[in-house]
T-cell receptor, first 115, second 112 residues
Framework: AAGVIQSPRHLIKEKRETATLKCYPI?????VYWYQQGPGQDPQFLIS???????DKGSIPDRFSAQQFSDYHSELNMSSLELGDSALYFCASSSPEDRGRDTQYFGPGTRLTVL | AQKITQTQPGMFVQEKEAVTLDCTYD???????LFWYKQPSSGEMIFLIYQGSYDEQNATEGRYSLNFQKARKSANLVISASQLGDSAMYFCAMNGNNDMRFGAGTRLTVKP
């Protein structure tokens, strides 16, 4: 079965640079979530989108922004990168047929390293 | 606010034996969902099992079962017949409004 696709899988950036992470949800999934997992930490919710509108916001820094496009893919834009942004960034998606339960299926993650 | 607590930073189990990973939660919501995810060393987060707060039966998925005790606010994961490939980080999680709150995780090591 198709899974969530994230690109790139690995990204190395310098401080103060920008980065764009992409997420392609499971086909027919309409909700996308972004999480940040620091080393040895549990994933922290950043932001979510439902039907191309922002639905909830977590601990996303003001330097980050995200959007969901008409084909339901989502992009996380990160500017003025800091060393502390080095983490594994997950995208997850959920299905409209799973409302109430809202099981989130995670992508493989993008490992961002800021030097 | 919702909170998930996993008190076992690490667990060891002998291959082919069963193991229980503990999870307690705190929420004021009447309706909620509890999830377990597995994170191998490769990093991906794999959905294992779900338990709804109104489900009367404990959830089971193959070798995974969830020991749900609502009054105690616990949702322990039981893995039967452990395999070497079960060695991984295991996260208990609860869904809130639109996000998933995770516990700190338990690192399970299966010994041959």
């Amino acid at each position: 079965a198709a899974g969530v696709i994230q690109s790139p899988r690995h990204l190395i950036k310098e401080k103060r640079e920008t980065a764009t992470l992409k997420c392609y949800p499971i086909p027919r999934h309409d909700t996308v979530y972004w999480y940040q997992q620091g080393p040895g930490q549990d994933p922290q919710f950043l932001i979510s989108f439902y039907e191309k509108m922002q639905s909830d916001k977590g601990s996303i820094p003001d330097r980050f922004s995200a959007q969901q496009f008409s084909d339901y893919h989502s992009e996380l834009n990160m500017s003025s990168l800091e060393l502390g942004d080095s983490a594994l960034y997950f995208c997850a998606s959920s299905s409209p047929e799973d409302r109430g339960r809202d099981t989130q299926y995670f992508g493989p993650g993008t490992r961002l390293t800021v030097l | 606010a919702q909170k998930i607590t996993q008190t076992q930073p690490g667990m060891f189990v002998q291959e082919k034996e069963a193991v229980t990973l503990d999870c307690t939660y705190d929420t004021s919501d009447q309706s909620y969902g509890l999830f377990w995810y597995k994170q191998p060393s490769s990093g991906e987060m794999i959905f294992l099992i779900y338990q709804g707060s109104y489900d009367e039966q404990n959830a089971t998925e193959g070798r995974y079962s969830l020991n749900f005790q609502k009054a105690r606010k616990s949702a322990n994961l039981v893995i039967s017949a452990s395999q070497l490939g079960d060695s991984a980080m295991y996260f208990c999680a609860m869904n809130g409004n639109n996000d998933m709150r995770f516990g700190a995780g338990t690192r399970l090591t299966v010994k041959p």
